[in-house]
């Protein structure tokens, strides 16, 4: 018969390959040709010789396994630290700084919000931020009086020309003294 | 009850459903450990794939995105596990039998593993000389023929499905399932003539 399709298009026909239009071509074609309704036949057996290999059952366990893949995976993810540090993506090195840097601030925090923790001197700036207020009263320990009693008076510090011109050599014994 | 769709069930396990991700497991365990067994032969690796598939999807839930068929994602997580897993089998030259290894025993086809057939030692024979020439036959063919092949034919997946999982076109795909069954008529010609008798 005239006008037979190529093996192709018929294979793609027996494997449900085509558009609608394409499929009533060839179905109306091979209700009239013997050739190539023996090309089909050739493909129909070969599907169902591919049909005996026979198919494989999943063993009784699989489930469990993948469960316990999936809770072994689970237990081996980093600390929600790691896991930002990782996506951070900083080295290794930088952990350590970073965690010393986290002690720093918290330790400077926590001197800031206790005043009795170190001694007034550290903490008490003369008009600075610290300065004292109804709000924020001396330590009994370090009134204005006392830290004048352990400097000798705020007027010796300050005499700033006096310690400019003080000569630290004047004070050494004279020779043949 | 109506049954859920994989996508459906895909966006719950996203939001951290473990129930859905077992109903997952159940409905693609077999399909898989049967795509992995054609490919690779090997029952026990076959089963350890399916199971690195399921890993994955479970780990990569955060991030899934429906922009395809949920068995198109599944598929391409398998076949890239499945090709890195031939090629590993294929370096190691030393490997004792055949191009993957033999470990389905000879004489003992797939069938007897099935809790229903009880066929007769005869009709064993039989199947399992079937079995070896088929499965032989699919082998030997390229790997993009093969993976063809084994999800249309086995895993009944649809061309259009098939491009998207081996990333060509679908013409592509028709002419790689072609060339692969012009391969397999001639070589399986004994048993498609047995068929005619």
Redesign the interface.
Known sequence: MKNCFEREHLFAYALEMLEAQDKLEVRQHVAECARCRGVLEEYRQLDRVLDSWQPLEPSPWFDARVRSKIAAVEESLPSLWGRVLAGLGWSRWMAPAVVTMMVVVVSAVMVERRPGLLPDSFTHIPGGANARSPANPPSPMSTPEMAEERTGGAATLDDYDMLASFDVLSELPKPGE | MAIESDLELMLRVRRGDTESF?AL??RH??PL??YF??MVRD?AL??DL???V??RV??AREHYQPEAAFTTWLYRIAANLALNAIRDRKSRAEAPTGPLGEDFREGE???A???DSRPTVEQRLI?AD??RM??NA?EALPDKQRFAVIL???QEVD?RQIAKILEVSESAV??L??RA??T??AR?EP??AE??I
């Open positions: 077992e497991l159940r365990r077999a450990v049967n067994s054609r029952p076959a089963e399916a199971q690195e399921f890993l479970y780990r086809p797939s069938v593993r099935l809790p199947q079937r079995e088929i499965r699919v249309h034919k086995y061309y028709k002419s399932l072609f069954y012009e397999l008529r399986l048993l498609i068929g005619r």
